[in-house]
């Protein structure tokens, strides 16, 4: 199993190289970055787009994506490599592959007749059809489509003329072909064109989906045209308001028949437009950037029901009726803006999904990088901000708590290599080009100041600012220099080496010390307080151009650097030495990073796209990450946080990792409060082999000697500093300042960042009543009327001015809102009435929200309808909106208005009591949303914004954040303890392995009645006799031998559980499983069992020594044991709706019950049909959980072995035709008696009993795909965990079984 986690993913923009790089289907949208195409998909229940999945298997840069029409789970890629590709999404997984496409294919499509066959092209032809499904995988040429005179730009399939296509070139011409007619090469031309040479590339091109012969085309210097393909004539030329607009790309509105939309090159405006019209309708600009592609989903998405109180109109009309009134329809939507959405790619990257009727982004990603990112950096006073350079020629800084960019470099440089901080807060990047030279960019100033050329057009491939000498600046170059300066251009020193230096780093330990990396295979080290242009040491053992090269901020002298050949060298300056190489990459090395807190930690990226973790104490790789779909360049990690590290990559992505897995005994001695030697030491103790982690960085020493200030109990503070250090970004600090108001802290103490998170419920209105007073801007409603037809609505009008003359001002309002002019109604409405008045506020409401219209929000709350504004709000997944309003009217800002002057006191009690419970509801569907989107973490911030402590804890256990929500529970005190003893009960599950069973014994010793945890802690240990007594003694337990004794006196008692627990405690566990499934077989053979009677039994039975059970002649009673466990655990399972799992689990017992009675007589009171049938009503319960009965149910079988779920008395019921002596047996006074092994249940219910010992079922990716599941682009780990199946046996170091936690190998997590 990993050990080092992704956290977090930056994803790759747009490429701006190619034409055909987005695509859409259905309810998904794919675009293509260089290397990978992301593919997005619409969340039913929150609608909102979520990363899918990842294609990242071209090698070279992609160069065209098509859909398949007829399959939504299809699509094609080409790319610069010749290999073109079918992708399966909903399998995440390459379905067809051709490997070489006799060239680059520079357009792709599927053949609109042919399901099975996709076409594509390059350059001049010819055009190939690929029957990817055909015997023999065929490709053939078309007959005609090929010997063209100009290069192709792209080429498009009528979408129902059997075999009809057109092909763009960069001549500007068209080729058209259809079969029985005589081909067209080369037409077309734009006028101004003909008879010149001049090119004027055509840039996009599609069929009117309403003709068999028109199609649009736009030339990128000559604009759009309409033309006719069978006659060879233009149509309509489309008129821009501009000479200096030019489009890029455009796309018909299938929802619209006529209307098209077009995305100018220059400026991100898009226009609208009718066929029947040469000037647009309509244009409004969305970006200060243009567009590269535009793609319109051909369905509407489906959005969530808004229920409406709104009449139907009546059938007789009288002066008190309801008027049905028109569409609320502005000029913009009744005509200008078709409904439908647009994907947006722009030249920036940028990528988007626009509702063009409702004029709003409904997705939007802005910024992203298009091509490789060389580096990365974090800011030095600010561990959330990241700075990254890329081949793009921009550099950009990203907020890594939202995954969000913030700011780009103005203007392109070319290729950007690298990047360097200033020290401190001066708030300025160095950047280094590989043809423009250096700049330092003034980034709240968003401008170059400053631009360095002293290595003139050679490219430099490093720059690195001092961090001890604010003042000086290094550079290095291919022209072999490694130019010393200070910020205003001052020459300091110029090293002259052999051959193109690539990398250079300061020593953090002595500002006049640098080191350099050169093409000549040599590490050089330079002083330079001396005048000697000549290095000080030159270390020498690379067989290939050493590339970067990386101090230890931790220990002085000693230095790493990798090369080419593959390794990675840690040098000892003060021995002359290479002291260590780290092998295992098979490509160059180029990322480097040593960790700030654990000196022998050293980090690794290659080419060969892998990230390794090294022991540089041994040259041990503790992990390798396999992630990156390409070339791994840049790693980096802030002070603050040293074990968050964030990468870059040629496939154009950054992502973020969690190394704490590494580490975590470190947090839990914090949190069981080990002495400090323990967990802060010095390099030397640290850099013994074999020795735990310490941490000796400043951070740590900082951290205790603030602590060491403290007056009084220091433990919530410790906690939270540590767990801080320890987290990734994405909500622990906004946690961490809720648990802190919670325990009562001062408002004043908050940080200025707590008003940007989730706020607790008592400063939500305070903090936003003050962020509005802040802005200059207030945004007024929009009140709309629409226009009917000019005669009926002369005549409404005159009916209305007589009916308000006689003082009927009902008809009169009726008359208004039947003309569409609601505020007059509304106006005079209170002369009805104050109940009239609110009712047709909530009729203007009901109207603007079916429109899904933002106006409806001031009606709603002048009414104080409340809920139907929450419902609003939840339904569009604005669930922070919905927040805000339930918390506004909690607090009694929001009143519905009285229409008496009686008393009503009571009735603002009972609103007030119904907003906490919908304020509750806000934010538990908030929570969940947060969960879904891979952020536990902030999904437990928004339960504790509202007290509610509990739920906080379970979605942090379920979400794997187990030392987290330890810490957070210590800190929360009473009222988390039930929480706390059960995640430190899988805390210490988890840590049962060889190094870290004493820290498994200090957990559960924190747990009060901890008694059978720790017999089952020591029951469990594999170790020699003396290390078990060892462990007894610290545990307060007897020794081997005073165990068997006391397991016979239990036997002689009747107290079956202590005499099982003893006998697993003793030099003879297996007479516990004998003796334990004796006892199960009676209760399973009898009437009156229940799943909660025979669970604990089997729970603590897991704990046998696994070098016991595997004794050959224990093989019966460990099938036995495995067969139960199944069974049982499908049971708690469904009771748990854990649906999914509960095939498996009665597939598994199947199986083994048939395997056993082959090998031997079974002798369990189930038959095989038993668990057949359950496993049938697994199933059925898997496809609807509703039929579980929900949480609580428990399981019980009928007089047909076929069990099924009830919930009425809780029993399984024995088969019709068991022997009834069993149950007389049962009845008499002799029954065995189970005492002490029957604990309380957990606080989210007893985990279900499973087979331990199993492997990690794996991820399931395939190759070539990066399965993202529900990827949220900061957690793939979290909301996706499935329950551990039964499966291959473990190492001697796992239990048999065990209730499951989210512990760390992907068990399920636990719902609250």
Not at 646 to 656: F, H, M, N, P
Not at 1058 to 1066: G, T, Y
Not at 1175 to 1202: H, L, Y
Request: proline share 5%; glycine share 8%; net charge neutral.
């Amino acid at each position: 199993m990993a050990k080092v986690k992704q956290v977090g993913l930056l994803a790759a923009g747009c490429q701006p190289w190619n034409k055909d790089v987005c695509a859409a289907s259905g309810d998904r949208f794919a675009y293509c970055a260089t290397l990978a195409i992301y593919v997005y998909q619409l969340d039913q229940q929150y609608n909102e787009f979520k990363l899918r999945s990842i294609m990242s298997e071209h090698k070279k840069t992609i160069t065209a994506i098509s859909w398949c029409p007829d399959n939504a789970d299809l699509f094609a890629s080409a790319s610069a490599d010749n290999l073109l590709i079918i992708w399966n999404v909903v399998e995440k997984k390459a379905a067809a592959r051709l490997d070489n496409t006799k060239g680059v294919p520079v357009s792709v499509s599927w053949c609109w007749n042919s399901a099975d066959g996709v076409a594509f092209v390059s350059q001049r032809g010819p055009l190939y059809v690929w029957d990817y499904r055909g015997s023999d995988a065929a490709v053939t040429v078309h007959k005609e489509a090929h010997s063209f005179l100009s290069d192709i730009c792209l080429f498009r399939w009528h979408p129902s003329k059997k075999g009809k296509l057109v092909f763009g070139h960069t001549d500007g011409s068209l080729s058209v072909f259809q079969p029985g007619s005589k081909s067209q090469k080369h037409v077309l031309r734009p006028e101004s064109l003909e008879g010149t040479d001049e090119e004027d590339p055509v840039s996009a091109l599609e069929w009117d989906p309403l003709s068999i012969d028109y199609l649009l085309v736009s030339n990128i210097h000559n604009g759009v045209r309409l033309v006719d393909s069978e006659g060879l004539s233009c149509i309509t030329s489309f008129c821009f308001p501009s000479a200096a607009a030019s489009v890029q790309c455009l796309a018909w509105v299938p929802s619209a028949p006529g209307m098209f939309i077009t995305g100018d090159s220059q400026v991100g405006v898009l226009r609208v437009w009718n066929v029947s019209r040469s000037t647009p309708l309509d244009s409004f600009k969305l970006k200060k950037t243009g567009f590269h592609a535009l793609h319109v989903l051909s369905a509407p998405l489906a959005k969530r029901a808004q229920s409406s109180s709104s009449p139907s109109k009546s059938q007789h009309t009288s002066s008190t009726s309801e008027a049905v009134p028109p569409p609320t329809l502005s000029q913009n939507r009744a005509f200008s803006l078709p409904p439908g959405h647009a994907v947006c790619c722009f030249m920036d990257g940028g990528v988007g999904l626009y509702d063009m009727g409702a004029k709003k982004w409904d997705f939007l990603r802005d910024l992203g990088h298009v091509e490789t990112i060389f580096d990365c950096k974090f800011k030095p006073d600010d561990p959330n901000l990241l700075a990254t350079a890329s081949f793009d020629g921009t550099i950009k800084i990203w907020d890594t708590n939202t995954l969000t960019a913030v700011s780009t470099s103005p203007g392109n440089e070319g290729v950007v290599y690298s990047l360097s901080w200033a020290p401190g807060d001066l708030n300025c990047i160095a950047g280094a080009t590989s043809r423009n030279g250096a700049f330092i960019w003034d980034v709240r100033k968003g401008k170059i100041i400053t631009r360095f050329n002293e290595h003139g057009k050679n490219g430099i491939f490093c720059i690195s600012w001092s961090h001890k000498d604010s003042k000086r600046i290094a550079t290095c170059s291919g022209d072999g220099f490694c130019i010393i300066r200070t910020i205003d251009g001052k020459i300091l020193h110029k090293y002259k080496h052999p051959a193109a230096v690539f990398g250079c780093d300061w020593s953090q330990n002595n500002k006049d010390m640098i080191a350099t990396g050169c093409e000549d295979r040599n590490v050089r080290v330079y002083y330079l307080a001396t005048s000697s242009d000549q290095p000080l040491k030159v270390f020498t053992g690379h067989l290939a151009k050493v590339f970067h090269v990386r101090w230890s901020p931790l220990r002085e002298g000693i230095l790493c650097s990798g090369s080419d050949d593959g390794t990675v060298r840690i040098w000892d300056y003060t021995q002359d030495a290479c002291i260590n190489v780290l092998s295992g990459h098979t490509a160059p090395v180029r990322g480097l990073l040593w960790n700030t807190e654990v000196p022998y930690l050293l980090i690794s990226g290659s080419w060969d796209y892998t990230i390794r973790v090294w022991d540089t104490r041994d040259g041990t790789c503790l992990d390798t990450v396999f992630d990156h779909g390409a070339d791994v360049y840049g790693l980096t990690c802030h002070h603050s946080r040293p074990f968050t590290m964030a990468s870059c990559s040629r496939d154009s992505t950054v992502r973020l990792w969690s190394l704490t897995p590494l580490v975590c005994p470190l947090l839990l001695n914090i949190l069981t409060e080990t002495p400090w030697d323990r967990i802060i030491g010095n390099t030397d103790a640290a850099m013994v082999p074999g020795s735990p982690p310490l941490l000796c960085g400043k951070v740590s020493r900082d951290i205790k000697q603030e602590l060491d200030k403290l007056s009084g109990d220091g433990r919530s503070r410790k906690l939270r500093w540590f767990s801080e250090s320890f987290c990734p970004p994405g909500g622990s600090s906004n946690l961490w300042d809720l648990v802190f108001v919670i325990n009562g802290q001062d408002d004043s103490l908050l940080p200025a960042s707590y008003s940007k998170g989730v706020m607790h419920m008592k400063h939500l209105v305070k903090f936003k009543t003050s962020e509005a007073q802040e802005l200059t801007i207030v945004k007024m409603s929009k009140f709309g009327g629409g226009i009917g037809a000019p005669s009926k609505e002369e005549r409404l009008k005159e009916a209305a001015e007589i009916h308000l003359r006689l003082g009927q001002i009902q008809r009169y309002c009726e008359l208004m809102v039947e003309l569409g002019q609601w505020e007059k109604a509304l106006a005079v409405a209170p002369g009805v009435s104050m109940k009239y008045w609110k009712k047709l506020m909530q009729r203007r409401a009901d109207q603007l929200m079916a429109d899904d219209n933002d106006d409806a929000i001031p009606y709603c709350i002048a009414t104080g309808d409340i809920k139907k504004l929450v419902s609003f709000f939840t339904s569009r997944g604005q669930l922070l909106e919905a927040l805000l309003i339930v918390q506004g009217a909690c607090e009694g800002n929001i009143r519905s208005p009285q229409s008496s002057s009686i008393n009503h006191t009571t009735n603002d009690v009972d609103n007030r009591q119904q907003y906490h419970s919908l304020l509750h509801h806000v934010c538990q569907e908030l929570a969940e949303w947060y969960f879904q989107d891979g952020c536990s973490v902030l999904a437990a911030c928004c339960h504790l914004a509202v007290d509610n402590i509990q739920s906080a804890m379970a979605s942090l256990i379920r979400g794997n954040e187990l030392e987290l929500a330890a810490c957070v529970g210590l800190v929360l005190g009473e009222a988390a303890n039930q929480s706390t003893a059960y995640c430190l009960e899988l805390l210490a599950r988890k840590y049962m392995t060889a190094p870290t069973w004493e820290l498994s014994a200090d957990l559960l010793q924190m747990i009060p009645d901890n008694h059978v945890l720790l017999a089952k802690l020591c029951a469990f240990h594999p170790g020699s006799a003396a290390e078990i007594n060892q462990l007894h003694q610290r545990c307060g337990l007897p020794s081997l031998d005073e165990c068997a004794d006391l397991a016979v006196a239990a036997a002689a008692d009747g107290d079956l559980f202590s005499a099982m627990k003893f006998h697993l405690l003793s030099s003879e566990p297996e007479l516990a499983l004998q003796m334990g499934l004796g006892f199960l077989k009676e209760q399973l053979a009898g009437s009156d069992w229940t799943v909660d009677g025979v669970q604990p039994i089997l729970d603590l039975l897991s704990y046998i020594r696994t070098d016991r059970l595997v004794l050959p002649r224990l093989t019966q009673e460990r099938s036995e044991l495995l067969i139960l466990c199944g069974y049982i655990g499908g049971l708690l399972a469904i009771r748990r709706s854990y649906c999914s799992i509960v095939p498996a689990l009665y597939e598994f017992t199947r199986c083994s019950s048939v395997s056993m009675a082959t090998a031997a007589a079974p002798d369990l009171p189930l038959c095989v049909s038993q668990p057949a049938a359950e496993a049938a009503g697994g199933r059925r319960s898997s496809a609807d959980p509703a039929a579980v009965g929900g949480a609580g149910g428990v399981a019980r079988g009928d007089a047909a072995r076929q069990s099924s779920i009830r919930e009425s008395e809780g029993r399984v019921q024995p088969p019709a035709e068991e022997d009834p002596t069993h149950r007389t047996r049962r009845a008499g006074s002799g029954r065995t008696r189970l005492r002490d092994g029957l604990q309380p249940a957990e606080p989210f219910g007893p985990p279900p009993v499973l087979l331990h010992r199993t492997q990690d079922p794996g991820s399931g990716v395939p190759s070539g795909g990066q399965q993202v599941g529900h990827f949220s682009e900061r957690r793939s780990d979290v909301g996706q965990g499935q329950p551990v199946l039964p499966a291959r046996n473990r190492a001697a170091d796992q239990p048999v079984l065990t209730s499951t936690g989210p512990d760390a190998e992907g068990a399920e997590p636990i719902p609250g």
